[in-house]
Every structure is written in C-alpha cells, then in structure tokens.
C-alpha cells in the first residue's frame, strides 16, 4: 500500500496561512493525492484533491511539487473550526475502487 | 451533516458476543466503505460494496463480514469480539464505484465499540 509521511502536529494562530506538507514517497505516476480532515469527534471529511497541478477550492489549496513526490495543503487563513487532523493519501482508483489508506495524520492547533 | 447514518452511536458488549453495526448511505450513493479507527491502528479501510456487490477489501479480520441490501444500506457484522475490537467504526459512501479520482467518500459520524 502507498503511504504517506506527515508531521505529527504543527500549530497556527488564527487567521494566518498554515502549509500543512506530505511526502508521498512511493506515489505511482497515476496516483491522485487526496487530502481529508478528521474534525473532533466526527468522521474524517474530504477537503481536496489533484494530480499534478495546483489545485484550490473553496476549503483549502493543493500545491504539488514537480516530482510529485511531496504535497503541501493551504489553509490561506486559519480559523478555531479547522483544528482537525489532517490525512494525506495516494489514491489509486482503478482497480483499487476506493480504498483510501491513511497514515497517522497532523494534528493541527488553532491558537486564538 | 455528510448525510451519511450510523446506527447505533454507542455500543457496549462483552468479549465473544457479536455485534451489528449498520449504515445508510447518501441518497443516491452506491458504494459503501468501512473503516476501522483505532488508537494503535490508526483508521484502516476494512472493506468496500458497490451496488450490493464486493468491491475492494482490507485487514479485515475473518471473524467480521459485511454486506450491502438492495435498499444500499450495509451492515457489518463482527462476531467473537475480542478487547482488541474495540474503536471507532466508520462508514462512508460515494456515488460511484470509488475507481476515479472524483468519486469522494462522505463519512459517517461513526459507532463507537467497546468490548469489555
């Protein structure tokens, strides 16, 4: 399986950018990078994808570097609500269908 | 609210009972996922049905099944329950097969076990 390294925590103080990185060692060349948060006490929920281009939406951008081997999630402007752990992956597809592995994740802190 | 059900929130049994969990997908959805979140593990994807049929499967224990209805609800099933079992069970669903890129898993709130 694919797997990921991330730190295991970083913090931020609220309203400023936080780069959240990933290291995608073993990332095949048609493997997306997916990246899916884990509020406190809820289910982990889907905060952006790419492949090789930068990617934004309205959550967060994606920046992935050249090689692909790394990636780093933008929160352009942290609030107390997106303290969460955040989960890089290497998705498959294919005939992987949806199989998402997750490494430990970073725990991210908000300061006010 | 991911509009994805668990049912029930909370569940509490000893060791070698079995155990139920149950899920509704997304209106719409046809795959269903579960995963295993534990302290020790992390969160580990047990296994995947797409349109009632089995799709994908991980470090899913023998002593656990699942299955997905007609109606596209899917209940997992966990038998001889040990200690060890004890975690946060998440489901999650998608629109499609889960094969392409766009096909985001919606998670569930979860259903927490505990073997005593």
């Known amino acids: 399986d694919a797997k990921t390294t991330q730190p295991n925590s970083m913090e931020s103080n609220e309203e400023e950018p936080v780069h959240l990185p990933c290291n995608h060692s073993?990332?095949?060349?048609?493997?997306?990078i997916h990246w899916y948060r884990q509020l406190p006490s809820q289910g982990p929920e889907y905060v952006i994808h790419?492949?090789?281009s930068n990617v934004n939406n309205r959550m967060a951008s994606l920046a992935i570097a050249e090689d692909r081997k790394s990636s780093t999630l933008i929160l352009h402007r942290a609030t107390l609500r997106d303290a969460a752990v955040y989960y890089c992956t290497d998705f498959a597809g294919g005939t992987s269908y949806g199989k998402l592995t997750f490494g430990q994740g970073t725990i991210l802190t908000v300061h006010p | 609210d991911s509009g994805v059900t668990q049912t029930p929130k909370h569940l509490i049994t000893a060791t070698g009972q079995r155990v139920t969990l149950r899920c509704s997908p997304r209106s719409g959805d046809l795959s269903v996922y579960w995963y295993q979140q534990s302290l020790d593990q992390g969160l580990q994807f047990l296994i995947q049905?797409?349109?009632?049929?089995?799709?994908a499967k991980g470090n899913i224990l023998e002593r656990f099944s699942a299955q997905q209805f007609p109606d596209l609800h899917s209940e997992l099933n966990l038998s001889s329950l040990e200690l060890g079992d004890s975690a946060l069970y998440f489901c999650?669903?998608?629109?499609?097969?889960?094969?392409?890129?766009?096909?985001?898993?919606?998670f569930g709130p979860g259903t927490r076990l505990t073997v005593l």
């Open positions: 049905y797409y349109n009632g049929e089995e799709r």
């Open positions: 073993t990332i095949s060349g048609t493997d997306y």
């Open positions: 999650a669903s998608s629109v499609g097969s889960g094969g392409r890129h766009t096909d985001t898993q919606y």
């Open positions: 790419g492949l090789t």
